[in-house]
């Protein structure tokens, strides 16, 4: 593969992986969307849907960066300087990886909040409407 081409990759990997980081840091100011707003009005089967897929969306993305690094690994055998060319191909993947694990932190933390939400309405619903004077 030549660099130039690797360089092209890594920096659209790089590019996306800025945009997730940037999301994930200020979710209003981009345009993209990938976590749900959890709200009053979104239904319970709503949230771990989006969630869903989202992580399906992620895994798709990892799965194809890691089908790339193979490639590019593979062709680095068929270089003079293999350590050279692995070094770099494992810096290309950390690059492209790395927006990946911090949008499944977001995921996570987002999962946790809807099922807070859940345990909240429950643990509500359990008390008595009047509640007895001590």
């Known amino acids: 593969m030549s660099r130039l081409r ?6 659209c990997f ?3 992986g800025l945009a997730f980081v940037a999301h994930a840091q200020n979710p209003e100011a981009t345009a993209l969307s990938p976590a749900p707003a959890l ?3 979104s239904t319970s089967q709503d949230v771990p849907a989006e969630i ?24 680095c055998w068929q270089k003079f300087a293999v350590n050279a060319c692995l070094i ?8 492209a990886l790395d927006p990946l694990a911090q949008q499944d932190l977001v995921l996570n ?3 946790r909040e809807w ?10 619903g359990k008390q008595p ?3 007895a004077a001590p």
Do not use: N, P, Y
Request: aromatic share 4%; glycine share 0%; with cysteine.
């Open 6 to 11: 690797l360089f092209c990759l890594a920096s």
């Open 39 to 41: 709200s009053a009005s």
């Open 88 to 95: 770099e191909t494992r810096r290309i993947r950390r690059q």
């Open 129 to 131: 409407a009047t509640q």
């Open 115 to 124: 099922r807070s939400a859940l345990r909240e309405q429950r643990l509500l």
């Open 52 to 75: 869903a897929r989202q992580r399906q969306a992620v895994a798709a993305l990892r799965e194809a960066i890691l089908k790339s690094d193979e490639e590019r690994q593979a062709a």
């Open 109 to 111: 933390a987002q999962e």
């Open 14 to 16: 790089a590019a996306w």
